[in-house]
Every structure is written in structure tokens, then in C-alpha cells.
């Protein structure tokens, strides 16, 4: 048996009961404490743990792209988020002004190409779908899940790329 399915039946007081042949369960009753663990447990793998880069460069090398700069920030978000929430997670997690900024977030892409080895290829977050393409390459991986994430900013009003900002 399924051990998510034993837990559900702990957490939830269920009555059974069959009307003209169809099964029917009815939850009368929920163990909070335990419902809550169960959800953690579901979570735990569909988190994914977000390595931003910023205040440095992307470059092209030998296998593929890489940045100029050590990642200055280690995020966890819960994967399948829409494009709205995911980017309003990522100014709220860096504590970035979206009135003043603009992110431009680029995934740093793991094409294997061969006997374990991965060319880098960037892949721009930019709207609902190339983040729902992002995700479900991200669900592919083994886990530990993690995207490298590449992040310059610039201002609303004058559309001038920063080099150096400090989140």
C-alpha cells in the first residue's frame, strides 16, 4: 500500500459507505497536526532550491554558459508556481522594489550532451510559458532540485542595466 495513502487514512476520521453500488468516503474529522505533516511531506519534493547570481556577467566557456561572479543568494520555492507569483516571490526574497526595478531572470539550462556532461545553455524567464518549460525540466532532475538562476535589474524609468546592486 501506498505509505501517503496509510497516512491519509490516519490523519482523516473517514465513514465508509456503499449507495446503489457507489463507494462513498466521507472525512468527518481532520488531525491537524498530522494533515500538516502530510502536506510538508508532499512539499519537501516539490521544492526547489534557487541559486540567484547577480552584479556580474554572463559568459559563454567551454561548456557553455557560466557567470562572472559567485551566487549571493540561496532560495527555496515550491515548483509549479505561475509567472505572476514566481516573480513577485523572487522581489519580495531579495528585497527589490518592482515599482522602481526590472528583473530579468535567466535559467542557466543543463543540456547533457553525452556520458554525463552538460553543455549550459540560458533559457530566459520571461513569461508564463517559458517558466511552466522551466519547471517541468527542473521536475526532471534528480533530486536535489536546483535552478541557477542569472539576474540583472534595471530601472523602470530610464531602462539603464545597473551593474551593482546589493539586495
Do not use: Q
Not at 518549460?133 to 527542473?138: A, M, N, Q, R, T
Amino acid at each position: 500500500m501506498d505509505p501517503s495513502l496509510t497516512l491519509l487514512r490516519i490523519v482523516f476520521s473517514m465513514n465508509h459507505y456503499t449507495f446503489k453500488n457507489v463507494d462513498i468516503v466521507a472525512f468527518t474529522s481532520i488531525d491537524h497536526a498530522l494533515y500538516s505533516t502530510y502536506i510538508d511531506s508532499i512539499m519537501a519534493d516539490r521544492r526547489v532550491s534557487l541559486l540567484c547570481y547577480m552584479n556580474g556577467d554572463m559568459v559563454d566557456g567551454p561548456s557553455g554558459i557560466s557567470y562572472t561572479k559567485p551566487h549571493v543568494r540561496h532560495l527555496r520555492a515550491n515548483m509549479g508556481l505561475g509567472y505572476e507569483e514566481f516573480m513577485s516571490f523572487v522581489y519580495n526574497s531579495l528585497e527589490i522594489d518592482n515599482e522602481k526595478m526590472i528583473l530579468t531572470i535567466t535559467y542557466r539550462y543543463p543540456a547533457y550532451i553525452g556520458s554525463g556532461t552538460a553543455n549550459y545553455v540560458p533559457v530566459r524567464i520571461d513569461d508564463e510559458a517559458s517558466l511552466k518549460d522551466v519547471w517541468e525540466i527542473v521536475a526532471e532532475l534528480p533530486p536535489p532540485k536546483c535552478m541557477e538562476l542569472y539576474i540583472d535589474f534595471r530601472t523602470r524609468d530610464s531602462g539603464i542595466l545597473l551593474d551593482e546592486l546589493s539586495p
